[in-house]
């Protein structure tokens, strides 16, 4: 349901008293807390059950917030801002010291973006930066619409309704303090967009196996269902015996008697919007697996954003997928 402007000032009213308000963007529904109030920020690790060595994400609403966070803009930031900004393009830079520690897991640098959707720039701009990772608990696929928050914490959060994501992928974490900045996650921009806009290509960081990765976030398992997501190609289809929900995005195989296809037809965008719902349905419905078509490497070729899509399909899938 829409709500009223009266209704915000009344969320935002909540956040600044310390409460937690999950709220929409164009990627996915986070959980928002005063970025400037550990106090509140402590209730985001309790209430999701994230470990507390993984950073968190401070949105804001207009440039000028950047200054409280970081003591220096480059250039390269500012045009990336410029041109990305509001957009999913999360920017890690160098933290100011009064960060509090539990925003930036210890760290020091701080992860900032500027969503691209009404709601959550309304609501920023009158209660101040809000931390919000995605509103899911800890270890289940991101929300994409308020029903997954209710399936997750029952009517326990205030939430605000934005109805579907747009994206439904999280935004793409690009780090700038290092030269040339690395993509710790990527998201909907990708690297050849960022060359594009701005005339450097950033490396990509985001398979590092290193021991301790720069986005913590990354070493856990992520976005996954409680059934087993597995890789297919349509040759191995046959050979399925069981039940199965079988995502296909590109060709349209016969299905085994025992499977359920559901076909995307080349709308990717419309996959991705709807991957962690299809996960969430999945569980629903009882399946204990779920084969997603392979990608073909001229697929991938020439369409970088799909790397956002493989890259949370394989971490469902888990190791060595
Ligand atoms: P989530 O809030 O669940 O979408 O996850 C936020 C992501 O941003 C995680 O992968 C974090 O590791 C990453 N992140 C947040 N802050 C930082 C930071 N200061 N440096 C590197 N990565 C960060
Ligand atoms: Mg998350």
Same mark, same amino acid.
């Given at each position: ?97 009064? #960060? ?8 020091? @640098?701080?992860?900032?973006? =500027? !969503?691209?959707?009404? /709601?959550? %720039? ?117 050979? #399925? ?8 995005? @590109?060709?349209?195989?016969? =299905? !085994?008697?025992?499977? /359920?296809? %559901? ?59």
């Amino acid at each position: 349901m829409p709500h009223s402007k009266e209704q915000l000032h009344t969320f935002a009213e909540l956040l600044k008293q310390g409460e937690l308000v999950v709220f929409p963007t164009e990627t996915v529904y986070g959980l928002g807390a005063s970025a400037w109030n550990p106090r509140a920020v402590q209730k985001i690790f309790e209430v999701k059950g994230r470990p507390s060595d993984n950073p968190l994400i401070v949105h804001i609403s207009n440039v000028d917030m950047v200054k409280e966070f970081t003591p220096s803009v480059s250039a390269r930031a500012k045009l990336l801002m410029q041109k990305f900004w509001p957009g999913p393009l999360t920017l890690v830079f160098n933290k100011r010291p009064e #960060v509090p520690d539990i925003v930036t897991a210890g760290m020091n @640098t701080v992860a900032l973006r =500027m !969503p691209n959707h009404p /709601t959550a %720039l309304a609501l920023i701009q009158l209660s101040g930066p809000l931390v919000a990772p995605s509103a899911n608990k800890s270890g289940r696929p991101s929300p994409t619409r308020p029903e997954h928050i209710y399936a997750d914490y029952q009517r326990k959060l205030p939430v605000i309704d934005g109805g579907i994501c747009d994206i439904g992928i999280e935004s793409t974490v690009l780090d700038l303090t290092v030269n040339p900045p690395v993509i710790l996650r990527p998201g909907n921009i990708t690297a050849s967009d960022i060359y594009e806009a701005c005339g450097f290509t950033p490396t990509d960081g985001s398979d590092t196996k290193a021991e301790a990765p720069k986005s913590p976030g990354m070493k856990y398992t992520h976005y996954a269902p409680k059934a087993k997501v597995r890789w297919f190609s349509t040759g191995e289809l046959s050979a #399925v015996a069981g039940p199965a929900l079988v995502l296909c995005h @590109t060709s349209e195989p016969k =299905m !085994p008697p025992a499977a /359920t296809g %559901l076909f995307w037809r080349g709308d990717y965008p419309g996959f991705a919007r709807e991957l962690y719902d299809t996960f969430r349905k999945a569980d629903r419905d009882g399946f204990d697996l779920i084969l997603v078509e392979e990608f073909e490497p001229e697929q991938l070729a020439g369409n970088e954003r799909l790397l956002s899509l493989v890259n949370r399909i394989s971490k469902a899938a888990g190791p060595g997928s």
